[in-house]
């Protein structure tokens, strides 16, 4: 069963058991299982390493649809499918031991809030990340962690801090029960703690420096770009959602003291017509420049830093799309959405805190901008 299809089988599941993902503030175990089950933590891992090395294009639907069914259950797929690219830049040995069970989950932070200090073939690693999303299910982490050379700074050509993702075995990082937040209740995503845990250099990967170690257009695609493709989609399918769970109710809801459904109304219908025009618009554009940059790497090509302005452009205005339509949904369905109970509620929280996420933050579009000007621009996270 391919990705996609295995994704639209569980949504009932998922959908049913939103409710209990975020009252436990982590993806319960046994769910998490069943997605692994289904491959859906592997869609960026090489075929040769049991991967299903997915599109971009099929990537992203299949957290859309995720993200439909629960964006805390599609932001965990999507946090743990992404970490688990790094598949493809680590050395083979390290790839095989990690992978070799077709059910790990991976997870960790990007973001260099640690410290790696180089001791002869190992880096000895501290530091705390916020974060965590779905850390709890994970036989591996990873942290982002600034090098120190004899207590100084490694740094760039450019002179910016060198850093790595340091890949941890679980049971050497400390999980710290910080979550409780405004949305995306259900991702855990708590912080994680090290605490001089010594990792094989070799063990680390820099998308900055480092190059793949297999070929094929997937790893050729922009990985800050795949990130941002996949936050845009879980906030996307979260939006869809949100206009499915208002035709729900207002098809069946009448105004107090009025003899009509919500759906019957002409100031809902145009804000609901316009919620859909201005998602299905956005939606379109990620699909047109996922189709762009994968036509690209697919003949052989990298993609050049006006296609990662254009990419991360159409993932950060889906998320804020979605975040806006998700808001209209919620306003429209009146003190029913009031409650927390209610699937509206939900919706709209997650999709403000999606819009937080770095590779999606109103930074972003400054970044492309400067690229459509043609203004000198630092590009390392695009």
């Known amino acids: ?141 990873l942290g982002g962690a600034v090098i120190l050379d004899d207590g100084q700074l490694r740094r760039l050509p450019n002179g910016a801090p060198d850093h790595r993702m340091m890949v941890m075995r679980r049971d050497d990082v400390e999980l710290l029960d910080t979550w409780d937040a405004l949305g995306m209740r259900g991702t855990g995503s ?31 695609f922009a990985p800050f770009g795949l990130l941002a493709l996949g936050i845009a989609a879980v906030a996307s399918g979260n939006a869809l959602g949100a206009l499915d769970d208002l035709k729900a109710l207002a098809t069946a809801k009448k105004g107090q003291g009025s003899s009509r459904t919500l759906a019957e109304r002409s100031v809902v219908q145009a804000d609901f017509a316009v919620a859909h025009a201005d998602l299905d618009a956005a939606r379109a554009l990620v699909h047109a420049e996922i189709a762009s940059a994968w036509d690209r790497v697919t003949a052989g090509d990298t993609l050049d830093l006006p296609a990662r302005a254009r990419l991360r452009l159409a993932a950060t205005r889906l998320t804020q799309v979605s975040a806006r339509v998700a808001a209209k949904m919620h306003e429209l369905a009146g003190g029913s959405s009031v409650y927390a109970s209610h699937p509206l509620n939900r919706r709209f929280r997650d999709a403000h805190v999606a819009t937080q996420h770095v590779m999606v933050a109103p930074p972003t579009l400054e970044l492309a901008g400067r690229v459509l000007l043609g203004l000198p621009t630092d590009d390392m996270l695009l």
């Not at 031991?97 to 410290?115: H, L, Q, R, S, Y």
């Not at 090290?194 to 094929?216: C, E, L, N, Y």
């Open 1 to 141: 069963m391919g990705a996609l299809s295995a994704a639209l089988a569980l949504a009932p599941t998922i959908t049913a058991r939103a409710a209990d993902t975020e009252h436990a503030r982590r993806l319960p175990a046994d769910l998490a299982t069943d997605l692994a089950h289904a491959g859906l933590f592997r869609m960026l891992v090489p075929r040769v390493l049991g991967g299903s090395e997915t599109n971009v294009a099929t990537m992203f639907a299949t957290l859309e649809a995720l993200g439909r069914a629960d964006a805390a259950t599609g932001w965990c797929v999507m946090i743990g499918g992404t970490t688990a690219l790094l598949s493809a830049w680590l050395p083979e040995d390290h790839a095989r031991e990690i992978w070799a069970d077709p059910n790990v989950i991976t997870g960790g932070v990007f973001a260099p809030m640690g410290k790696a200090a180089a001791d002869g073939d190992h880096y000895v690693v501290s530091g705390r990340w916020a974060w965590a999303s779905g850390s709890a299910n994970c036989a591996w982490l």
């Open 190 to 220: 708590g912080d994680m703690a090290a605490s001089d845990v010594r990792v094989p250099q070799s063990r680390s990967v820099s998308f900055f420096t480092d190059t793949p170690r297999h070929d094929g257009p997937l790893y050729r």
